[in-house]
């Protein structure tokens, strides 16, 4: 496929036994889109013009589609022999295109260096999205794929070999542009990602910058939306270790660095330096770490450690300019026209007709949705069912369980409980400290600022929260929802027991 490319890339392609599309220069994903729509076979398969295929590449695609009932497959794409110095650096730093696991043979996510997917499935959902000029394309493909019931596999032996960045510059651009996909993937898929704008994945990101470098916490298995048969525990990274070398974590360090520089003319915040001097060693730290843990080879010398330590820190940066540059920040506002007081409810519901819980669930997450919210599920591992997310701030949680009775009746017990973001609470403890210290000072001028701010932040908090609960009291209030035979709302009734939910745990 040749998208309008301007190097010799359509000269190399004739002296071989393959066909040659060529299109006006449109973008990755119409470029994949008119391959695909040509194509005869029943899989397609896709390879990067910076990478080249494993001899049996093709062949442990095919075999994977034989003994799986896969829509998409891809496998391992590794740094070619004899590859440049700074190449080399750049495959141990962090933004590579990388497989995402759920187990040794299911995927998340698949990187389109090295992807095949079913050409009916591609034909099924659309192909890819246009939109996606240089990057997300493959992320986006995967999730709808996904969506539809999909199963996406993992080839470990299907091996592309991908050439790395060989300069600087070139690694920034790339970086750049993928912060750049993040936030189209964010306007699409807000539930995959959070508040702060960070995509959580489900899975195993596979990668040498991916690893996380703190303790382990401990996890029971819930199943999703409470389903699952059995508890086990299981011990995981947490989403904190891995935090000082995020995109979101550089704002935090501009944010205290401005806070410093205030202090230069107001006093109290002349303490913030040394919680700077902290957020700037902790990611400088966590990127000598990981550039040590890089296993020993021929020529990796002290320079190249330091190279890749430097790329740890760099490709945040890279990221965040990205991001910005296509709208994706934390303070992005979400409109909301709804409000409740913020404090934990507990009800009931009967319902003479039955449901199970995950169709209730189901439904109240559609009617949710349809309304504007970004939802976000409880994974297999947390013990609520669904949470609402309005700003930076806060939102809400929703526990459910049903409990069966004759003729099909049910007892819906409910639970809605407002949260508060840790980040946020942070920010207005931090500002009343400042207030407080301005009083104690007699800096009358800096309190009634900084009081001001705080208290902002307070009711922004209060006015998020609120709404996230206004927004899980709409939909369990719709008459359609939950209905006796006679067509009349159910009555909702005060939880006598406090502790119903202790059975999920």
Same mark, same amino acid.
């Given at each position: 496929?040749?998208?309008?490319?301007?190097?010799?890339?359509?000269?190399?392609?004739?002296?071989?036994?393959?066909?040659?599309?060529?299109?006006?220069?449109?973008?990755?994903?119409?470029?994949?889109?008119?391959?695909?729509?040509?194509?005869?076979?029943?899989?397609?398969?896709?390879?990067?013009?910076?990478?080249?295929?494993?001899?049996?590449?093709?062949?442990?695609?095919?075999?994977?589609?034989?003994?799986?009932?896969?829509?998409?497959?891809?496998?391992?794409?590794?740094?070619?022999?004899?590859?440049?110095?700074?190449?080399?650096?750049?495959?141990?730093?962090?933004?590579?295109?990388?497989?995402?696991?759920?187990?040794?043979?299911?995927?998340?996510?698949?990187?389109?260096?090295?992807?095949?997917?079913?050409?009916?499935?591609?034909?099924?959902?659309?192909?890819?999205?246009?939109?996606?000029?240089?990057?997300?394309?493959?992320?986006?493909?995967?999730?709808?794929?996904?969506?539809?019931?999909?199963?996406?596999?993992?080839?470990?032996?299907?091996?592309?070999?991908?050439?790395?960045?060989?300069?600087?510059?070139?690694?920034?651009?790339?970086?750049?542009?993928?912060?750049?996909?993040?936030?189209?993937?964010?306007?699409?898929?807000?539930?995959?990602?959070?508040?702060?704008?960070?995509?959580?994945?489900?899975?195993?990101?596979?990668?040498?910058?991916?690893?996380?470098?703190?303790?382990?916490?401990?996890?029971?298995?819930?199943?999703?939306?409470?389903?699952?048969?059995?508890?086990?525990?299981?011990?995981?990274?947490?989403?904190?270790?891995?935090?000082?070398?995020?995109?979101?974590?550089?704002?935090?360090?501009?944010?205290?660095?401005?806070?410093?520089?205030?202090?230069?003319?107001?006093?109290?915040?002349?303490?913030?330096?040394?919680?700077?001097?902290?957020?700037?060693?902790?990611?400088?730290?966590?990127?000598?770490?990981?550039?040590?843990?890089?296993?020993?080879?021929?020529?990796?010398?002290?320079?190249?450690?330091?190279?890749?330590?430097?790329?740890?820190?760099?490709?945040?940066?890279?990221?965040?300019?990205?991001?910005?540059?296509?709208?994706?920040?934390?303070?992005?506002?979400?409109?909301?026209?709804?409000?409740?007081?913020?404090?934990?409810?507990?009800?009931?519901?009967?319902?003479?007709?039955?449901?199970?819980?995950?169709?209730?669930?189901?439904?109240?997450?559609?009617?949710?949705? /349809?309304? =504007?919210?970004? $939802?976000? *599920?409880? @994974?297999?591992?947390?013990?609520?069912?669904?949470?609402?997310? &309005?700003?930076? !701030?806060?939102?809400?949680?929703?526990?459910?369980?049903?409990?069966?009775? /004759?003729? =099909?009746?049910? $007892?819906? *017990?409910? @639970?809605?409980?407002?949260?508060?973001?840790?980040?946020?609470? &942070?920010?207005? !403890?931090?500002?009343?400290?400042?207030?407080?210290?301005?009083?104690?000072?007699?800096?009358?001028?800096?309190?009634?600022?900084?009081?001001?701010?705080?208290?902002?932040?307070?009711?922004?908090?209060?006015?998020?929260?609120?709404?996230?609960?206004?927004?899980?009291?709409?939909?369990?209030?719709?008459?359609?929802?939950?209905?006796?035979?006679?067509?009349?709302?159910?009555?909702?009734?005060?939880?006598?027991?406090?502790?119903?939910?202790?059975?999920?745990?």
């Amino acid at each position: 496929m040749n998208d309008g490319s301007t190097d010799e890339t359509p000269t190399v392609a004739s002296r071989h036994r393959v066909k040659v599309l060529t299109t006006e220069n449109s973008g990755l994903s119409a470029a994949r889109n008119v391959a695909w729509q040509a194509a005869t076979g029943e899989i397609v398969a896709y390879i990067d013009d910076d990478a080249y295929p494993d001899g049996d590449w093709l062949k442990y695609l095919a075999h994977a589609f034989r003994t799986g009932e896969y829509a998409a497959i891809g496998g391992p794409n590794l740094l070619p022999p004899a590859s440049s110095h700074f190449a080399n650096c750049v495959a141990y730093a962090p933004g590579g295109p990388a497989h995402v696991l759920i187990s040794d043979l299911v995927a998340e996510h698949l990187p389109g260096c090295n992807l095949a997917v079913r050409r009916d499935r591609l034909q099924e959902i659309g192909g890819f999205v246009p939109q996606f000029r240089v990057a997300g394309d493959d992320v986006d493909l995967c999730w709808r794929l996904q969506e539809k019931g999909c199963t996406l596999g993992f080839a470990p032996s299907a091996v592309v070999w991908h050439h790395r960045r060989g300069s600087l510059k070139t690694y920034w651009k790339q970086q750049f542009h993928y912060g750049i996909a993040e936030a189209l993937l964010e306007r699409k898929w807000p539930e995959k990602y959070n508040i702060a704008g960070h995509l959580t994945w489900a899975g195993q990101l596979y990668g040498p910058g991916a690893a996380a470098m703190f303790g382990l916490r401990e996890r029971i298995y819930h199943g999703t939306w409470g389903s699952a048969p059995f508890q086990s525990a299981e011990r995981v990274p947490s989403e904190w270790t891995s935090l000082p070398l995020t995109p979101e974590y550089y704002l935090l360090i501009a944010g205290f660095a401005a806070a410093s520089l205030v202090g230069l003319f107001v006093k109290p915040f002349l303490f913030l330096v040394l919680p700077l001097a902290f957020a700037i060693a902790l990611p400088v730290w966590t990127a000598a770490k990981r550039a040590s843990s890089v296993r020993c080879q021929p020529g990796f010398s002290l320079r190249s450690r330091i190279t890749v330590a430097l790329l740890h820190l760099l490709q945040p940066v890279a990221r965040l300019c990205g991001r910005f540059a296509g709208g994706l920040h934390p303070w992005r506002y979400r409109r909301v026209t709804r409000f409740a007081f913020p404090i934990r409810r507990d009800f009931n519901l009967w319902s003479e007709t039955f449901a199970s819980i995950q169709e209730r669930l189901t439904k109240w997450e559609a009617a949710l949705r /349809a309304s =504007g919210y970004t $939802l976000r *599920r409880g @994974r297999e591992f947390d013990r609520w069912d669904l949470e609402v997310r &309005i700003g930076f !701030f806060g939102g809400a949680k929703l526990w459910a369980l049903a409990e069966e009775h /004759a003729a =099909g009746k049910q $007892l819906i *017990r409910l @639970r809605i409980k407002p949260t508060c973001k840790s980040a946020g609470l &942070i920010i207005l !403890f931090g500002l009343t400290v400042d207030a407080l210290v301005s009083y104690f000072d007699g800096l009358w001028l800096p309190t009634a600022v900084i009081a001001g701010i705080a208290l902002v932040c307070a009711v922004e908090t209060l006015r998020e929260v609120g709404a996230a609960v206004a927004a899980f009291l709409s939909v369990l209030r719709m008459p359609e929802k939950i209905t006796t035979p006679d067509g009349n709302l159910p009555v909702a009734s005060p939880v006598q027991d406090e502790e119903f939910l202790s059975t999920r745990s």
